[in-house]
């Protein structure tokens, strides 16, 4: 009989869950898109409710669609955008404010402020971080400064803190379980990634009271039983991990030097560092990418915060495109972008720049454009943030020549192929391209016993499509120049 894992991916955009058997293979898949909020500029909220009641949905559908029981499932594997900070009421469950999302700015006058303060490089040097909006430590700290008696009732206890894994699991198990682990700790602004704990100068640098925080645990670790009223019957969680560090997994990138790049809503870049906590000199991050029987892996990081999202702002902002698919034909139906460079900086910019007020820009429109250059300079916006990060990594000494790739976008071929051609290296895409909630299924199977070992899951990686370079170093150093002076005009016009 086969034995089945349920992963549950719980997106910035859509809550998708996804059973696979032992050997990796996708049996069932729900999948339910959620709300956006933007109260103010710059600001992204979700509703908790709906995260929750979507997800609820996505695993309850999965497992129908798989055709099996719940009882059938072996255990539970959870990954989750990260940074996404919600606090909630211990005794209710009932978030005091919505999410605020990892894309929201809202901290950005603070961050600038502790900066100014001086206090970057210890903040650094403990969390792996930068002094950013992004992460979780000053959104919290806004909703205890700004939600009506949230400080006095954290203050007595009665508030807790998680990013989205943890406040699912909290829910899953009737609130008996308050965790979360190291990966989505380290994204926090408030975990030492040396000492691999709550740092208490960090907390107190963000005001923010230790009695809030969830447990931190290894990602696949032992995180209790779902309540039965949710499916039926107790099925153990049996791993936590934030997306893009789920995905590293989901690429079997487990040896040192080895990088992947996952294309959703944004991109991230991941490089394995092995046992060595790399400190960048070119701004990108320092974290964890997964803990595994109290062992740590780090990893450098590079986070660009729109990708698919530029594509999505094509079809649902300006209405230029039906569905994401039309990008591809329309990319090839024109020689060139015909000097127009889209930069999706619509939440600022992330790596390596890290400025929160630079905004988005379309630039060398003239009357000869058409939507399919629009579309074309979209998705090449994506391959250039991507040499952005590479370029930085290989500063840091970074030697690679391939890139595994995933995510929406990367069923594009001709997305893929442009990043070989833009980053002059092999990029792979592999057989499974849902590696987000594929990494969260392999932990899970470790925590239970059905693989080994990593080395056991690397066997199981398979790569679908190779794309090399195609392009010449004249090409490709013109055009990546043209784009590093569009975002010279973003960056210069959002300071000001």
Known sequence: ?????????????????????????????GQQEFAQHYPQDAWVEHDPEEIWETTLSSCRKAIENAGVSSSDIAGIGITNQRETTIVWDRKTGEAVYPAIVWQDRRTAARCAELKAQG????????????????????????????VA?????????????????????????????????ATNASRTLLFNIHT????????????????????????????????KQWFGTEIPVCALIGDQQAATVGQACFEPGMVKSTYGTGCFVVLNTGSTALRSENRLLTTVAYRIRGEVCYALEGSIFVAGAAVQWLRDGLHLIGSASETQPLAESVESSNGVYMVPAFTGLGAPYWDPDARGAIFGLTRDTGIAHIARATLESVCYQTRDLLEAMRGDGADFETLRVDGGMVANNWVVQRLADMLDCRCERPQVTETTALGAAYLTGLQLGIYSSLEEIAGLWRCESGFDPAMNEVDRARRYTGWKNAVSRVRSSGSQ
């Open 149 to 181: 008696g949230a400080r006095a009732r954290a203050e007595a206890g009665e508030l807790a803190f998680g990013t989205v894994d943890s406040f699912l699991l909290w829910r899953l198990t009737g609130g008996l379980q308050h965790a979360t682990d």
């Open 196 to 227: 691999q704990q709550w740092d208490p100068d960090l907390l107190a640098l963000f005001n923010i009271p230790e009695s809030m925080l969830p447990e931190v645990k290894d990602s696949c670790d032992d995180y209790g039983c779902c309540d």
């Open 1 to 29: 009989m086969d034995t089945f894992i349920l992963a549950v991916d719980q997106g910035t955009t859509s809550s998708r869950a996804i059973v696979f058997n032992a050997g990796g293979e996708i049996c069932g898949v």
């Open 119 to 146: 206090v970057e490089d210890i903040v650094s040097r403990r969390s792996g971080l930068l002094l950013d909006p992004y992460f979780s430590g000053s959104k919290v700290g806004w909703i205890l400064d700004n």
